[in-house]
């Protein structure tokens, strides 16, 4: 699975809060597989404090720079923890398709890789001003989009980005949630087990 989104749009905080009841629901064994920019893993860190395993591959992006440490980090997160589920967050800009297209030339037993983008309600309209391409990207590859932060944006602004995905052409599953509040992080889940 790859949990996607810009920076700030609340990635990490929504597999935070989500993990602990997939794992929960469907008693798999989780790893996280997380991509930042910079020379420390400020995410992965804070993952670690939760007691998940993270395996962190800092300094470039797995969609490109780093396609083959990528596919041998997963290989190693295979053989060590062997995991039911792998969740994969990559750095804000990366372009979830191009996960897909690595995660591809992977040489194990994969599944199905599902992803789940993360929208910021309050920032949405300034990123796709100012990222329409990556957003686009971004939402082209989604089977899911979670329109997080509807705690801090006025129901007009989700409505705002609703209408937005709905010109963007984006037909599949979109849930209004909130991560820190937990608001319909039951249906995120529900999605996500699938």
Request: aromatic share 4%; glycine share 8%; proline share 4%.
């Amino acid at each position: 699975m790859v949990v996607s989104g810009f920076l700030g749009s609340g990635k990490t905080t929504m597999i935070l809060s989500t993990v602990g009841r997939v794992i929960e629901t469907t008693k798999k064994k989780v790893v996280i597989i997380v991509n930042d920019f910079g020379d420390i893993g400020i995410d992965g860190k804070l993952m670690e404090k939760y007691g998940l395993s993270v395996t962190e591959m800092p300094s470039g992006c797995i969609c490109c720079t780093l396609g083959s440490d990528f596919l041998e980090t997963v290989r190693t997160v295979s053989d060590k923890f062997s995991p039911d589920l792998i969740i994969v967050e990559p750095t804000g800009i990366a372009d979830p398709a191009n996960i897909i297209d690595t995660m591809k030339l992977y040489r194990g037993p994969i599944g199905v890789i599902r992803t789940f983008v993360v929208a910021d309600a309050v920032r949405f309209p300034l990123i796709m001003k100012a990222l329409g391409k990556p957003l686009k990207n971004q939402i082209n590859a989604a089977d899911v989009i979670l329109i997080n932060k509807i705690d801090e944006a006025p129901a007009a602004a989700v409505d705002e980005v609703r209408a937005n995905l709905d010109s963007l052409g984006f037909k599949k599953k979109v849930i209004a949630v909130s991560a820190t509040a937990g608001t319909n992080l039951d249906e995120v889940v529900q999605a996500m087990v699938m």
